[in-house]
């Protein structure tokens, strides 16, 4: 609260881990931040991202009742999901996660779901989204999975699957159903040549506050080299902000010392990649992860391929077509979209 200075309004998001698994100290930190804010006079937005898993009736009731907006995190339909989402008895918790669908969707009609697309998901691709869309799922926010060795061909397989997944947005587009994808909704990389500054927006307009007590630009940043060990601290909530000099780095706004990105022809519309994975790749937040790289051209090739069946489908006709419904949430703040 005090580092949002005259801002009107922060965004509180619990993340995790599995927040659920602490409901107790989220009720908390809701009772707590709202008397702050209220004696600030501030507004409080509340997301959260969540796997599902304990979601129970009363647990979604508080949720909507304080305003608490939820994106879950899956990886998939059915097969996808339980090939990394396993709980520890070995066993895939999708069926569980899909038996509480219809009950959160009393509680919040809109429901979104981030899908971290791995080499093997990346092949059902549109299968899955179908899957999740049939189970109430009406936006999808998608992003490789970082981490994992990405073979050529499996890249060349990502983008014939986002070729398939953009046909399946301008099907759903063009019946008017309630079907959003952030990631055809966010414009062409390079369209409008408008000047991006370095990164997602971590460490500048939003910060971590690990169980620690430890402050950090992300929470990607906070758990990379392990807990109580994160990447460029910023302090501790008990000390304040006391590093200073950490900070700093992520506010500039230039090439800097980003010398790959300087001579990229998206220099001017991309962040640079995201700094946690940058330097779990690289050792440096500003020397971009190279597969990294290599989506941000496959997303190019992906818009512009949308652009062009856009005009095909729709006969040229306003953009507006492509806009979801006014009563439906187009997206989440924080970590959730992560491009």
């Excluded at 070995?90 to 219809?102: E, P, W």
């Excluded at 390079?190 to 620690?212: I, L, N, P, Q, T």
């Excluded at 902000?241 to 022809?265: D, H, M, V, W, Y």
């Excluded at 652009?307 to 729709?314: G, L, M, Q």
Aim: proline share 4%; with cysteine; charged share 30%.
């Amino acid at each position: 609260m005090e580092e949002s200075g005259p801002v009107p309004q922060v965004t509180i998001l619990f993340f995790g881990g599995e927040p659920l698994l602490r409901f107790d100290l989220m009720r908390k930190v809701w009772d707590h931040a709202t008397e702050r804010a209220h004696g600030l006079g501030k507004k409080i937005h509340w997301d959260m991202t969540t796997n599902g898993t304990l979601m129970t009736e009363e647990k979604a009731r508080w949720l909507r009742d304080h305003r608490v907006n939820y994106l879950l995190s899956m990886d998939g339909g059915k097969e996808d999901h339980d090939r990394y989402r396993k709980f520890a008895n070995g066993l895939g918790s999708f069926d569980v996660v899909a038996k509480r669908l219809r009950m959160m969707k009393r509680y919040q009609p809109w429901i979104g779901a981030k899908i971290s697309v791995t080499p093997e998901a990346a092949r059902n691709l549109r299968k899955s989204m179908e899957e999740l869309y049939g189970l109430g799922v009406n936006q999808f926010i998608l992003g490789y999975a970082h981490g994992l060795p990405w073979t050529l061909e499996d890249l060349h397989g990502y983008e014939q699957a986002m070729y398939e997944v953009c046909e399946l947005y301008l099907e759903k587009k063009y019946n008017k159903e309630y079907f959003r994808l952030t990631l055809f909704e966010e414009g062409e990389p390079g369209e409008e040549k408008s000047h991006c500054s370095f990164g997602c927006g971590a460490g500048r307009g939003r910060f971590c506050v690990d169980s620690y007590g430890d402050i950090y630009g992300c929470s990607k940043l906070a758990t990379i080299t392990g807990m109580h060990n994160g990447v460029l601290p910023y302090g501790n909530v008990f000390q304040g902000f006391t590093r200073i000099e950490n900070r700093l780095q992520f506010n500039i706004s230039e090439a800097g010392p980003r010398e790959k990105c300087a001579q990229c022809e998206f220099e001017e519309s991309c962040g640079g990649g995201c700094p946690a994975v940058n330097y779990k790749a690289t050792g440096s937040i500003f020397d971009p992860d190279d597969l990294g790289c290599r989506t941000v051209f496959i997303n190019q090739r992906v818009h512009r391929y949308m652009r062009e069946r856009t005009k095909e489908v729709f006969d040229d006709t306003s953009r507006d077509l492509l806009e979801g419904p006014d009563n439906l949430r187009s997206e989440m703040g924080g970590p959730c979209v992560e491009s």
